[in-house]
T-cell receptor
Framework: IAGITQAPTSQILAAGRRMTLRCTQD?????MYWYRQDLGLGLRLIHY???????GKGEVPDGYSVSRANTDDFPLTLASAVPSQTSVYFC????????????FGPGTRLTVL | GQNIDQPTEMTATEGAIVQINCTYQ??????LFWYQQHAGEAPTFLSY??LDGLEEKGRFSSFLSRSKGYSYLLLKELQMKDSASYLC??????????WGAGTKLIIKP
């Protein structure tokens, strides 16, 4: 793989179900991020990780959790999905916190019914 | 609160020049970014400004005035492939990006 990948590409989920969105990068970037993008709003940061083993909360963390067991992977988990979590989710990475470019994955389109 | 403002939509003609403005109010400033996002795709990096002035990169230029909390993205010699959304983002004092809602640019022949 080259760059950053996300899975699945899209998903329809029943409310109350648990869901994990996967993100993997092969650029050996230290920092990784999860954003959601909703129509009419800017990208909003959900969680981030500045280096393997550490995570932090962004602007809209409620209902989501993350882990960073290694440099490459940064999964996002919805413990009990709700319709307001319907969105497009983007994973991104950068060489370091505050680096002047973030690289984005192709996104996951999630619909919660 | 933190706020990034940019026009919702703009229309321009192929071959022309267009300027997309962005104003911001954030907690701290560690640089301003412009990204391009085609419909259904991921954002891709265009430019980064941390000092006042103009940064030129081919057909695209980006300007920053920190005292005015203002930036613009200038696109010259517009091509149909430039039809996309252009996202303005500011890195705040916590080194997190605060994003505007994006400007949808429509290019007409």
């Amino acid at each position: 793989i080259a760059g950053i990948t996300q899975a699945p590409t899209s998903q329809i989920l029943a409310a109350g179900r648990r869901m994990t969105l996967r993100c993997t990068q092969d650029m050996r970037h230290n920092a990784m991020y999860w954003y959601r993008q909703d129509l009419g709003l800017g990208l909003r940061l959900i969680h981030y990780s500045n280096t393997a083993g550490t995570t932090g909360k962004g602007e809209v963390p409620d209902g989501y959790s993350v882990s960073r067991a290694n440099t490459d992977d940064f999964p996002l988990t919805l413990a009990s999905a709700v319709p307001s979590q319907t969105s497009v989710y983007f994973c991104a990475s950068s060489d370091s916190q505050g680096a002047n470019e973030q690289f984005f994955g192709p996104g996951t389109r999630l619909t919660v019914l | 609160g933190q706020n990034i403002d940019q026009p919702t939509e703009m229309t321009a003609t192929e071959g022309a020049i267009v300027q997309i403005n962005c104003t911001y109010q954030t907690s701290g400033f560690n640089g301003l970014f412009w990204y391009q996002q085609h419909a259904g795709e991921a954002p891709t990096f265009l430019s980064y400004n941390v000092l006042d002035g103009l940064e030129e990169k081919g057909r695209f230029s980006s300007f920053l005035s920190r005292s005015k909390g203002y930036s613009y993205l200038l696109l010259k010699e517009l091509q149909m492939k430039d039809s996309a959304s252009y996202l303005c983002a500011v890195m705040d004092s916590n080194y997190q990006l605060i994003w505007g809602a994006g400007t949808k640019l429509i290019i007409k022949p």
